[in-house]
């Protein structure tokens, strides 16, 4: 006689839960709950240390089909680069070290897998960046995940290398941008950056071009008319949002 089919979906889970369940246990041991946090705070204390086939190793385990590209900037990378800042004096006369370990993250990141990176057959970008490295020496960490947020975000990007050179003012005269976005950097002086924001909109092919900045939480004044911006945020993850969202009040202004 067979079994009626509540009866027979108990029998089941009891099976499973008596036998199957136990058995994979004791084979492939129980499954890691609620260990991201850790294991990030783990990664992120260690990334910039290793070797960078160590580090680029452990990330990708982390990141299957790019999946966790996210999750990993925030709670990885820029964690480390935080870390890495705090250990070092800025002041100090070599800066050798601290500049490979910096490489080393930015080597880290540009490793990573994102699944939601447009592809070959995404239509072409509707807003343009031209982005402005705000550091003397390399290109911050935090810099180099704002570019990977606006790539991902679909964005048309001219990167330059420093604010200090001409490079970034012949860029916004030879080409029509939407969007500056300047990486603020500890050490950068206030008097410096309303200079390279005033040259800019000068130089501009695009009389109504928007000028924002990104820095890090705290290092920012609470207003960024301060420096003469039209906005900032403290998050390198939020730099394509923050743009996006930014660009479309300003159109919307515009054709009111």
């Not at 783990?42 to 982390?62: F, K, N, R, S, V």
């Not at 916004?172 to 050490?187: K, M, N, Q």
Request: negative net charge; charged residues 25%.
């Amino acid at each position: 006689m067979p079994l009626a089919s509540g009866r027979r979906s108990a029998l089941i889970q009891d099976i499973a839960g008596g036998l199957l369940v136990p058995a994979l246990l004791a084979r492939f041991g129980a499954p890691r709950v609620g260990s991201w946090q850790r294991d990030a705070a783990a990664l992120a204390g260690t990334l910039a240390d290793g070797t960078l086939d160590e580090g680029i190793a452990a990330l990708a385990a982390l990141n299957p089909d790019g999946k966790m590209f996210r999750p990993i900037c925030r709670d990885i990378i820029l964690p480390a680069a935080d870390a890495l800042r705090r250990r070092f004096d800025p002041d100090s006369f070599d800066q050798s070290d601290r500049l490979a370990k910096v490489w080393q993250l930015r080597m880290c990141l540009l490793s990573l897998d994102d699944a939601e990176t447009a592809g070959d057959g995404a239509p072409a970008p509707i807003n343009t960046a031209l982005t402005l490295a705000g550091t003397h020496d390399m290109p911050s960490v935090e810099h180099g995940v704002a570019l990977r947020f606006f790539d991902r975000a679909g964005w048309d990007v001219c990167d330059c290398v420093s604010h200090e050179n001409e490079q970034a003012f012949d860029s916004a005269h030879d080409r029509r941008f939407d969007v500056v976005w300047i990486s603020i950097e500890p050490g950068l002086h206030a008097d410096d950056i309303r200079a390279t924001v005033r040259e800019l909109r000068r130089a501009s092919r695009n009389a109504a071009i928007l000028v924002l900045g990104g820095g890090l939480p705290g290092l920012l004044p609470e207003h960024p008319g301060t420096l003469e911006l039209d906005g900032y945020t403290g998050s390198a993850i939020d730099a394509a949002v923050i743009a996006e969202s930014a660009l479309r009040l300003r159109r919307s202004r515009l054709r009111a």
